[in-house]
């Protein structure tokens, strides 16, 4: 469970029992997984079993009437979504409800002639060091950013597009998971988006991490600023089932309220699912050879999760996706891209996690030479060194967390991608942080499960 392989964790509760029946702690530990991957009626039916071999298990108990409040907060707000989260905002701000009052002294957005604001890198910069002190943004300013943000994305594909001309590199980042102080780290040695040099976020920004508001917000900011030199992909953690457990969800209503959380979840539904980036220069006559697109160039299919749970699926197919307003679910194409994970025997097999499938260096392979992909940079799983080179090279894994929740001792990582299509790896420790532990927001459901 600790290691996150709820699918795993799942099978072994199972067979335990099946070979006995009455063993409470395999019931507890299997609701405790399907909570854990957002099946909460599922979890209500083992916790009942354990309350109905032990009627006294005052945790089962409360854990169970946890689990009701959940499952009926979801059907609640499924029946009150006639209105996006957006446009609402948008409206508040318009009947002049979300105004900056004098005695705020943080930084502030500039104002332009249509009474709007716009951005700039002075912000940024000053945005960045006012969280770094602990403090905390203007509501009005969180909203700017988001929306500002969101009308970026709005305007691109499932699969967006980046293409490395001469003299430009890509920087690939993964999982970031609310961790800020190494995300400024991180962007030490990246060094700020710019017209040569473009940043990409593989999902995975929030949730687990007690900074999450402040990662996010820099990371929209960037992208507002920098939109077509910042791309950001939706992760598995881009999502209200996992926001309600892993942390985000709390802490954006603790810092913000519950409509700026209601934004949050709207606009990570507008995040592009996966990122094709492409050289325009063609690779090094020195390297061996390899897959190439059609044109003869090297190009990198950037996404979260992973492949498919079919073969044939193409580059056009994944671009159409419908994803705003849109949560993955447990099956179909917008789930894969954010859920699998490679496996080291051929094939598929059934995920670890529980959700999504496990793909192996034979469907990697298939899947790349079908589309002219180079290979594939996926996160969402810790790499002990930052970063692991699979499926014969062709599916590499980069994960930028380090030291994940304070527990896990990995390194972080990140990709470089030049315009010949060349990759370089680099590697960085974690740095010291507040006295905040991990998941301070998260529900205590998913504190159980540390």
Not at 247 to 263: C, P, Q, R, S, V
Not at 414 to 421: E, F, K, L, M, T
Request: charged share 25%; proline share 5%; hydrophobic share 35%.
């Amino acid at each position: 469970m600790k290691l996150e392989e709820q699918g795993f964790a799942i099978s072994d509760a199972t067979k335990a029992i099946e070979l006995d029946p009455n063993y409470v702690k395999a019931y507890y530990r299997r609701a405790l997984c399907q909570l854990a991957i957002f099946r909460p009626q599922k979890a209500v039916t083992d916790f009942k079993k354990v309350l109905a071999l032990e009627p006294q298990n005052k945790l089962a108990r409360t854990q169970l009437e946890a689990t009701q409040k959940l499952i009926r907060k979801v059907e609640f707000e499924k029946a009150n979504e006639e209105q996006n989260a957006a446009e609402r905002c948008q409206d508040v701000i318009k009947e002049g409800g979300c105004e900056v009052d004098s005695s705020y002294t943080g930084p502030r957005l500039e104002k332009v002639q249509n009474g709007g604001y716009k951005i700039t890198q002075d912000f940024v910069d000053s945005m960045l060091d006012w969280f770094k002190r602990g403090k905390t943004l203007h509501r009005r300013f969180v909203w700017e950013i988001v929306l500002g943000c969101y009308n970026e994305l709005f305007k691109e594909d499932s699969l967006t597009d980046l293409l490395l001309e001469q003299g430009v590199t890509c920087d690939v980042i993964g999982d970031l998971h609310g961790q800020y102080y190494d995300m400024l780290h991180l962007l030490s040695l990246t060094g700020r988006p710019s017209e040569t040099h473009c940043l990409l976020f593989n999902g995975d920004f929030v949730d687990r991490g007690s900074w999450s508001i402040e990662v996010v917000l820099a990371l929209f900011a960037y992208k507002w600023l920098y939109p077509r030199s910042v791309k950001l992909n939706r992760g598995n953690h881009e999502t209200k089932s996992m926001n309600s457990v892993y942390g985000f969800e709390g802490e954006a209503k603790h810092k913000h309220g519950e409509l700026t959380y209601k934004l949050f979840a709207h606009v990570f539904t507008a995040l592009p699912l996966a990122t094709l980036v492409s050289a325009s220069l063609p690779p090094t006559p020195s390297e061996k050879p390899t897959i190439l697109s059609p044109e003869g160039r090297k190009r990198y299919f950037v996404v979260h999760g992973g492949l498919f749970s079919r073969d044939g699926v193409t580059l056009d197919e994944i671009r159409k996706v419908p994803r705003i307003g849109q949560q993955p679910g447990n099956d179909g194409l917008m789930c894969e891209l954010l859920w699998t994970d490679p496996q080291e025997m051929p094939g598929r097999g059934p995920s670890k996690r529980g959700v999504g499938i496990g793909f192996g260096p034979d469907v990697t392979k298939r899947w790349c030479q079908l589309n002219g992909i180079t290979g594939v940079l996926r996160s969402h799983e810790v790499r002990q060194g930052g970063y692991a080179v699979e499926h014969d090279g062709l599916c590499t894994t980069v994960f930028s967390a380090p030291n994940y929740v304070d527990q896990v001792g990995n390194k972080g990582a990140y990709v470089r991608i030049d315009a010949n299509g060349t990759q370089a790896y680099f590697t960085f420790d974690a740095k010291e942080h507040p006295p905040m532990r991990p998941m301070a927001y998260a529900s205590s459901m998913a504190n159980m499960m540390m």
